[in-house]
């Protein structure tokens, strides 16, 4: 069975700070994807990693993954309030179907 | 671009009520999904289908159950509502390609009381 773990669950940054999220999973999967959830809402898709070695950066992120170790990290530059919301991690189960297993997620609060 | 539409937003139930979750999707993808979000959790797949009249449990499917007649909506039923199905229901879209992140609607929030 399939089991994805993050951590930290709840990272309290300041403004300007770097940060990395870890998001390690059990089992083979080469497919690996970060979600953003902001309070109340739905989640939006941050990126998608579909190789061993592959880096997406987007603005002060960036997400890297690690077939191997079966690792992906979810890097903050210089983090601002924006950024504050919840991140989660997905792996995908089976390849053919594109289920996803999620982690539990880092609750990410950044401060002034 | 409505994208994926979840009906309706909020309901509460009581005990032993039944009640069909609504989803359907404008994008012609063939995969869909239920997903269940307990407070403070990430998402536990309930559900799923690859495509008309094809469906699969997830890993917790009990006291659910789902049809896919189209490949536009994939209602979820809940038989006998007990206060553990409490949570915020959503469902979502993929295909296989270039893009082959889920698109989310906006949820469901379920009360069982």
């Known amino acids: 069975e399939l089991k994805v773990e993050q951590n930290p669950l709840f990272l309290s940054m300041q403004e300007g700070k770097n940060y990395t999220i870890y998001c390690n999973y059990s089992?083979?999967?080469?497919?690996l994807y970060w979600y953003r959830q902001d309070p109340g809402k739905s989640l939006e898709s941050l990126f998608v990693l579909l190789s061993n070695g592959a880096v997406k950066q987007e603005g002060r992120l960036m997400a890297s993954l690690d077939t191997k170790a079966r690792l992906s990290t979810l890097h903050i530059t210089a983090a601002v309030h924006d950024l504050s919301a919840t991140y989660f991690c997905a792996v995908d189960a089976s390849g053919a179907t594109n289920k996803l297993i999620f982690g539990t997620g880092t609750l990410l609060a950044v401060q002034p | 671009n409505a994208g994926v539409t979840q009906t309706p937003k909020f309901r509460i139930l009581k005990i032993g009520q039944s009640m069909t979750l609504q989803c359907t999707q404008d994008m012609n993808h063939n995969y869909m999904y239920w997903y269940r979000q307990d407070p403070g959790m990430g998402l536990k797949l309930i559900y799923y289908?690859?495509?008309?009249?094809?469906?699969d449990k997830g890993e917790v499917p009990n006291g659910y159950n789902v049809s896919r007649s189209t490949t536009e909506d994939f209602p979820l039923r809940l038989e006998l509502a007990a206060p553990s199905q409490t949570s915020v229901y959503f469902c979502?879209?993929?295909?296989?390609?270039?893009?082959?992140?889920?698109?989310f609607g906006q949820g469901t929030r379920l009360t069982v009381v």
């Open positions: 089992t083979t999967s080469d497919r």
């Open positions: 979502a879209s993929t295909q296989t390609g270039l893009r082959p992140e889920a698109f």
């Open positions: 289908s690859v495509g008309a009249g094809i469906t």
